[in-house]
C-alpha cells in the first residue's frame, strides 16, 4: 500500500495541486469562481445542464466522494480535495488539466509504466466518478460508458 501511495504521488502531478492541509476526517472543497453559488445541486447529472448547474453538482457532490476515494488512498496528500485537484488554479477542463494517458497497441500505457497508479484509477476513481454522474463504467465490449476519456485527454500513438 505504501508503494501505491508513493507512485501515486509521484506520477499524478495533476492531483498534487500544493494544497494547504485540512482537517483529516473529512475533505473539503477549495473556493473557486463557482463557489459564491448557494443553488443546491442538480439531482443528477447532465451533460448538457447550464454550467453553474454543473459547477454545482461537481462542488456538492462529485467533489465529496471522490475526495473520499484519494483521501483514502493518502489521507495527508488529500486532505483538502477539491475542485482544484482535477480542474487546476485556472478551473480548466480535467482533459486540459490532468496528465494526458498514451494508447499504444490499444492499450493505456500506464498499466505498464505505472500499474499502481492506473489500477488505482481504475478500480477505485473511475467506477465512483461513474455512479456519481449516474453513467456505466466504460465497456470495452461496446465502447460504451464513463471511462478514462471522461477526464483524461488519451493520445494514441
Known amino acids: 500500500m505504501n508503494r501505491m501511495v508513493l ?12 494544497q494547504a492541509s ?19 445541486a442538480p439531482a443528477s447529472w447532465s451533460d448538457d445542464m ?8 461537481m462542488k456538492l457532490k462529485v467533489a465529496p466522494k471522490l475526495g473520499a476515494v484519494f483521501h ?14 482535477c480542474h487546476g488554479p ?21 498499466f505498464a509504466d505505472k500499474p499502481q497508479v492506473a489500477q488505482f484509477m481504475a478500480q477505485k476513481v473511475l467506477p465512483e466518478m461513474a455512479a456519481t454522474l449516474g453513467k456505466p463504467p466504460f465497456d470495452a465490449a461496446t465502447g ?6 471522461g477526464c483524461h485527454t488519451i493520445e494514441s500513438q
Open 7 to 18: 507512485l501515486l504521488a509521484l506520477s499524478v502531478p495533476a492531483c498534487g495541486a500544493s
Open 22 to 40: 485540512a482537517p483529516a476526517s473529512r475533505p473539503s472543497t477549495p473556493a473557486g469562481p463557482e463557489s459564491g453559488s448557494s443553488a443546491p
Open 50 to 57: 447550464p454550467t453553474q448547474d454543473k459547477a454545482a453538482f
Open 72 to 85: 483514502a488512498a493518502d489521507a495527508h496528500r488529500y486532505a483538502n480535495f477539491g475542485c482544484v485537484t
Open 90 to 110: 485556472k478551473f480548466q477542463l480535467p482533459r486540459d488539466y490532468l496528465p494526458k494517458l498514451t494508447l499504444k497497441g490499444g492499450k493505456i500505457t500506464a
Open 144 to 149: 460504451k460508458g464513463f471511462g478514462c476519456m
